[in-house]
């Protein structure tokens, strides 16, 4: 078979794109994840992201020039902030593939495996050797 089966919205699809990752943290915005203990109670942590202006333009120009390539948006900091940045590209318009949030270590021993990846932007460079060909470095909101 020529492509993926893939499921988007329950439908069943074969998709053939190129798919380029971009990891949430240091490529789209500035994550910090604070932890406010509570006297009596349990103890959370609250997401504070500042996004970039310029990958954000650029998210919304691939998607407009190269509607041919898979633009999926990673985290490595867990399902919360997967939703919120969701919530958050879904009212500023970002167009986007996927958000999903995987384990490091999971990512990086599935890559080899998936098909077609064209590239994974990073902008840790510690991250970036796990990648083998696909990564390409970014610098924290720039361009990428």
């Known amino acids: 078979m020529a492509g993926t089966i893939e ?35 349990r103890s959370y942590d609250v997401n504070h992201v500042h996004w970039y202006e310029i990958p954000l333009k650029r998210m919304i120009v691939t998607k407009e020039r190269y509607p041919q390539y898979e633009l999926n948006v990673i985290t490595f900091l867990g399902d919360e902030l997967a939703e919120q940045a969701a919530a958050y590209l879904d009212i500023a318009g970002a167009p986007y593939d996927e958000i999903k949030a995987w384990e490091f270590d999971t990512f990086c021993t599935v890559l080899p495996v998936l098909r ?8 840790d460079p510690e991250r970036l050797d796990h990648y083998g060909q696909a990564g390409v470095a970014v610098v924290a909101g720039n361009d990428w």
Do not use: T
Not at 14 to 34: C, M, Q, T, W, Y
Not at 117 to 123: E, H, I, M
């Open 7 to 41: 499921v988007q919205h329950g439908d069943l699809a074969v998709s053939d794109r190129e798919k380029l990752f971009l990891v949430l943290e240091g490529v789209l915005a500035n994550v910090h994840i604070a932890h406010h203990p509570r006297r009596f109670r």
């Open 116 to 123: 077609r990846v064209r590239a994974v932007y990073d902008s």
